[in-house]
């Protein structure tokens, strides 16, 4: 059977091709560490891949802002059917339908066991912590595809309790393989709570989710910053304040222009490495919104920082920036006692939760990402445009399953 994949091939530049049918086995193959060949896993599961999103992770891949080889198959947001069952999975079955955190986890190691999956101490050879078609991550093939393998299927798989039901809220449930959690760990991580004014850098899918989480968490006030118009027009279509970072360079002046204090409780980094200064003329500037949210942020807060730093940028524009050493100004966040959180998001803290919120209806990620399906066939042209900073995040509907149960519920409406 073929299995039609997103591919990155270089720099700018994704393919759609067929990658082969999965099996219970990690083969070799572009990034796939040699530690981890031949591995079994018959823990596993092969799922019919229902949705599967394109992340600004993949673009700093795309790129070519990482060491990421030529012909890694990419995607690790997934969601599916399970249609294959290892011979040690207890618990999933055939059918099922399930969101896959975006990390994989043992389940068995220390870290494991504290809840901290993120950082898995037997998946990857190279460091703690692994996802699914990402650099330096263990070579876990990616979900950008028609079919895929997932290991340690009864501890990582979270299932949803009603197959209709699933499919109705699948643009929202498609979210809790990364985005939903991750924004939601920005703003637990922020300390954002009840009344709490936060400061979001960023209006990607990933600054978004941490906005529309930020409100279920009961903040008083979220800004949102970007220097793109329309993600700030996204922003605002569910009630949150904005700052144009392009027109408006001074960040402390804006924050007080709305809430009447230079600085906020809690603040949240969801850029990253690739960041912009700020201001008509500024290029890039990696430290930038380190430095800002030390900067607006009060004495004692918290900084939740899901924006992802690398170890290695090949595209840096300076050599320490190229091992990822970056010119932060520490002593601010030390004289002003911050607390930072980083890292990958520990997924399996937070999904379970956030798919019940979804599923009474009282969270409303799609709509706050602008979640926009596409076919496989269109995802080249997908991280074209999100490259471009649309305000869409893309969801690939790989067997076209969602669109035809769309367009099969809205005829027997119109009847
Ligand atoms: N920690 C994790 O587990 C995790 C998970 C998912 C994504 N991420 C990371 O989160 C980040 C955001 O992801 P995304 O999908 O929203 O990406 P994205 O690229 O769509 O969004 C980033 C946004 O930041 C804006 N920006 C650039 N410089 C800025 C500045 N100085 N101030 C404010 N905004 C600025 C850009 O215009 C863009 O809209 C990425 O770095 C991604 O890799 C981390
Ligand atoms: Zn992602
Ligand atoms: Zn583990």
């Known amino acids: 059977m073929s299995n039609k994949a997103v591919v990155y091939n270089k720099p700018g530049e994704v393919e759609v091709r067929d990658i082969g ?7 070799d193959g572009p990034g796939v560490n040699p530690l981890n060949v031949g591995r079994k896993c018959n823990h596993g599961v092969i799922l019919k891949v229902i949705t599967t999103n394109i992340c600004g992770s993949d673009q700093h891949m795309v790129r070519g802002r990482t060491t990421a080889p030529s012909g890694l198959v990419l995607g690790h947001e997934i969601t599916g059917e399970v249609i294959e069952v290892g011979g040690d999975v207890e618990f999933i079955k055939k059918g099922d339908i399930v969101s896959v955190p975006f990390n994989i986890a043992c ?5 494991c066991r504290k809840q901290d999956t993120h950082i898995c101490l037997n998946v990857n050879p190279d460091r703690p912590g692994s996802a699914y078609g990402y650099v330096d991550m263990g070579g876990w093939v990616g979900g950008q595809s028609e079919y895929v393998m997932v290991p340690y299927a009864d501890f990582q798989l979270l ?7 699933a499919l109705d809220k699948i643009l929202d449930l498609t979210m809790l393989s990364d985005i939903f959690p991750t924004g939601y760990h920005g703003a ?12 979001v850098a960023g209006a990607g899918p990933v600054g978004l989710a941490a906005a529309h989480s930020a409100q279920l968490l009961g903040a008083s006030v979220v800004i949102v910053g970007d220097l793109i118009e329309e993600r700030l027009a996204q922003a605002r279509s569910f009630g949150c304040e904005t700052i144009n970072l392009r027109e408006h360079d001074n960040l402390g002046e804006q924050i007080t222009e709305i809430i009447g204090v230079p600085e906020v409780d809690c603040a949240i980094d969801a850029v990253g490495f690739e960041a912009s200064g700020h ?26 920082i899901p924006g ?5 940028d090949p595209g840096a524009s300076d050599d320490d920036a190229k091992e990822g050493t970056l010119k932060i100004r520490f002593g601010l966040g030390f004289a002003k006692a911050h607390i930072f959180v980083t890292g990958q998001t520990p997924v399996m803290r937070y999904n379970r939760d956030l798919m019940r919120a979804i599923l009474s209806g009282r969270a409303q990620i799609a709509k706050a990402v602008n979640a926009t399906l596409i076919s496989i066939d269109e995802a080249p042209d997908g991280y074209k445009k999100f490259d471009g900073g649309i305000s869409r995040k893309f969801v690939i509907d790989p ?7 769309m367009a099969a519920s809205a005829s027997a409406h119109a009847k």
């Not at 299932?159 to 039901?165: T, V």
């Open 159 to 165: 299932k949803f309790p009603d197959r209709e039901q």
């Open 188 to 199: 637990v991580s922020a300390g954002v709570k009840m009344g709490s004014t936060v400061y």
């Open 107 to 111: 389940g068995r190691c220390v870290n």
């Open 21 to 27: 049918y999965p099996d219970l086995v990690l083969r």
């Open 279 to 304: 201001g008509r003329d500024a290029g890039e500037a990696p430290a930038t919104v380190l430095n800002s949210i030390m900067d607006v942020t009060k004495a004692g807060g918290r900084l939740g």
């Open 399 to 405: 067997h076209g399953m969602v669109r035809d149960r």
């Open 308 to 312: 992802l730093y690398v170890t290695g």
